[in-house]
């Protein structure tokens, strides 16, 4: 019997995950660990590469040809509203979750700032003042689409597409050659993500036993009140929150969005990169949920820059935790300006492994917390950041479920639909 693919991708990650228990307990010094590991980090990077790889073809053909499709049918201006205002509606609730669990739970307690003397030494903090931060982001969104096309800016490449999706549309039969180019360019984008899945067993397993065997152990327990806060949370938004909205809207149930999602978040997991997922979320999306071409085409890519639950509510947490450590009480109103920062902060944070630490220097710069905080942060950041980018891939799976289902035409398969068509593909 054939496995498969999806079954194969979860016994990867279990072979992870126990190998890299095993490699943890091998000496420091073993030569034996050092080769597991440089084998390990190979596999991963080459499937990270390759992921990367076909990213920018597949981002812009995707929105040009979502936009394309979705103006010919006259609902951009719905999709576009939903997209935004279910993305802004989760990342809220994530943050006020993420305050209101930092309050509840006190995760600093027990700890001082002079404990982490060693970290926060000769550590210096790029700054980012708010201003600063406004201009970065904005003038970001606008680039030369060559240099962004190359140098794979995502986020300048979704507007640029996005732009010339409306051109093309706006254009009507005038240019059938570039939007003929267009579509076949996804659909070959989307043959290639097939090919490179069949990698991905390999990719996951190593990438996770390499994250699993370089945990710095010591460092985790200590600060295990913050970690065990972070991850409860953040479980809480992506088992219970999420899914209790995806039932509620589109009525698919939670064992249906695991077994269908669980390529897309295993992947998030192992590489901590929504971005390098967003092929294989492209892909689930439209085959295991149904999800319609020209709603995912333009919904994922967008949420995988601009939404992230995970990020967002981390980022909240996190802020009033080096609050509490350096000894600051926040007022409600510094609380309330943490939430809007950090939602802030997440949306502009691109979906890389870490990058929610750099736009995090801003949400503490905002109520006058050192910057230089985060240098307490960083070491432990790889396993919350794995766990984060699990969430924000699930909050843009989710959220191109529920727009196709509330912008739905008559062109939209009906739940039976499917339901049956997620049924035949797992
Ligand atoms: N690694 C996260 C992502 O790619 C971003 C972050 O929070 O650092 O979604």
Redesign the pocket.
Known sequence: MRLSLNTQILIGAIAGVVGGLALGQLDGDSALRAQALYLAGLIGAVFIALLKMVLVPLVFASIVVGVAQLRQHGNIQRVWRITVGFYLFTSLIAVVLGVSAANLFRPGEGLQVDMFADALAGFQAKQMPFPDFVQQFLTGLFRNPFSALANGDIVALVVFALILGAALVKAGERYTVISRAMEEALDLSLLIVNAIMKLAPWGIAALLAKLIATQDVALLETMARFVAVVLGTTLFHGLVVLPGLLWLIARVSPLALWRGGRESFLT?LA???????MPITMRITRDHFGVRPATAGFVIPVG?TMN?D??AL??AAAALFIASLVGIDLSLGQQMLVCGMSMLA?MG???????????MVMVLQSVGLPAEAIAILLPI?RLL??V??VV??EGDIIGSIVVDHLAGDDSALNDAQAQANLEARI
């Open positions: 998030a590489t901590s990169s929504s971005s390098a997922t995988t992230m995970g990020t981390y980022e997440a944070a691109p979906g890389i492994p870490s990058a929610g630490m750099v736009t950041d950041d794995a984060r980018t924000n891939v």
